[in-house]
């Protein structure tokens, strides 16, 4: 029997607690993180005095989806209004997720969803960025080339070096 053992530094999703409740704009109580990624983008925004304030979720954008051709609700990622006034939507999504699939075999169910998942993003991101044009907002995507490049998330450790095969050398 394989036992899991829950740690806070496992958990990918969960709530997380502004340690500056007034900089958030919306119910401090209710704040929650689906990767890691965004809570490292939570504590950013938190601690952060370019941050006037900041949002969770609380942005919803419609769209239209090609492929059901019907009208959804995205909820952005994170709306940042800047120290300067300005005001940024924030997405944070794997680099992988911003390119479309290869076309290794198109009958592939992996292939599939993650066609959907690329054709499903685009119509997010179009609305996204319309939303914000409209209001002289910007709209970004953070993928982990971002976070890295802005210090939100640390760099990885490099790899380990390839070690030498292991020879038993015969004794006499």
Do not use: Q
Not at 22 to 36: E, L, N, Q
Not at 47 to 75: A, F, L, N, Q
Not at 81 to 86: I, N, P, V
């Amino acid at each position: 029997m394989i036992t899991f053992i829950y740690s806070e530094k496992m958990a990918y999703s969960g709530r997380y607690k502004p340690k500056n409740p007034s900089k958030y704009a919306g119910d401090p109580t209710m704040v929650v993180y689906r990767s890691m990624w965004e809570k490292y983008c939570m504590m950013h925004f938190d601690g952060s005095s370019d941050v006037k304030s900041w949002s969770s979720e609380e942005t919803v954008i419609p769209y239209v989806y090609d492929v059901d051709k019907k009208m959804h609700r995205y909820y952005m990622d994170f709306k940042v209004t800047w120290r300067d006034g300005s005001v940024t939507l924030v997405e944070v999504k794997p680099n992988k997720e911003t390119t479309p699939p290869k076309k290794v075999n198109t009958r592939n169910k992996k292939y599939l969803t993650e066609a959907l998942t690329y054709v499903k993003n685009m119509n997010k991101w179009e609305a996204a960025n319309e939303y914000a044009k409209d209001r002289g907002w910007r709209f970004e995507i953070w993928t982990e080339v971002e976070l890295r490049e802005k210090g939100i998330m640390k760099k990885p450790l490099k790899p380990l070096k390839k070690l030498k095969p292991y020879s038993r050398k015969k004794t006499k």
